[in-house]
């Protein structure tokens, strides 16, 4: 995503701009050539924009990971992270698969003890083409699967409620956004993994956010990302001790 894209997504969403003081997300790069937005596989993929970042990190207890809602967490609250020690590494617009394509290098080579996946409200928007849901969750399984393999524990989050889409405004996700949660929880029953119900908690009574918790419908503002970390730490903090 050009830096003019994302200025316009943070000036949308009520985010600090680019060159403030709180950046979108920490050390993050993800810019196709010349500034454009972003087209390619690789591109889409943004396999190098937290590999200076990942340098620097000496130990992480929990890595999040996923789309803008991951990212846009940090900057509405970096304090979140910092003072627990957490390591955000979402990237805007992308799509389970390429939450899952950079799973390796911005989670398990970090060491983590939890990864917490929040991911496929881009594949209902369709941002890389029509995805089936059985699609989106064989990628969310599969991320699940990885971080088992290498002794690290999945946290399976909903996604959060979603009544429209600012980039695609003929959409109605919300039906959507409850069929793809309800196939979430069966896998994680399944599968034994824990699920996150952040829905629960922000849904209001047509399956958008509750008032005061987004303002353009589907990414949360501070007040549903303080929702989703009480849900969070409910988790966490049991799993930590």
Known sequence: M?????????????LPALGQ??????????????????H????????DAYVEANRHVAAADVVFTGDSITQFWYSADP??????????????????????????????????????????????AGNDGKMGMNNTLDNLAAMCDI??????????CSLT???????????KPAPEVVRMNGL???????AGVRYVDYWSEMAGPEGGMKPGYSEDGCHPVAAGYAVMEEVIMDHLSRMLK
Not at 163 to 168: G, T, V
Not at 184 to 190: L, V
């Open 79 to 124: 304090d979140f992270f910092e003072s627990n020690g957490f390591i955000c590494r979402g990237i805007a617009a992308q799509t389970s698969l390429g939450v899952l394509a950079r799973f390796r290098q911005d989670v398990v080579a970090l060491n983590p003890k939890v990864a917490v996946i929040l991911a496929g409200i881009n594949d209902i």
């Open 40 to 47: 390619t596989v690789a591109e889409k993929m943004c396999y």
């Open 147 to 156: 971080a088992r393999a290498n002794g690290i524990e999945p946290l399976l």
């Open 161 to 171: 409620p979603c009544s429209r889409f600012f980039w695609a405004p003929e959409m």
């Open 2 to 14: 050009g830096k003019y894209l994302l200025l316009l997504v943070s000036l949308l969403l009520g």
């Open 184 to 190: 979430i929880r069966a896998y994680a029953e399944e």
């Open 21 to 38: 003081e709180r950046p979108v997300s920490p050390e993050m790069k993800c810019e196709a050539p010349d500034g454009r937005e972003r």
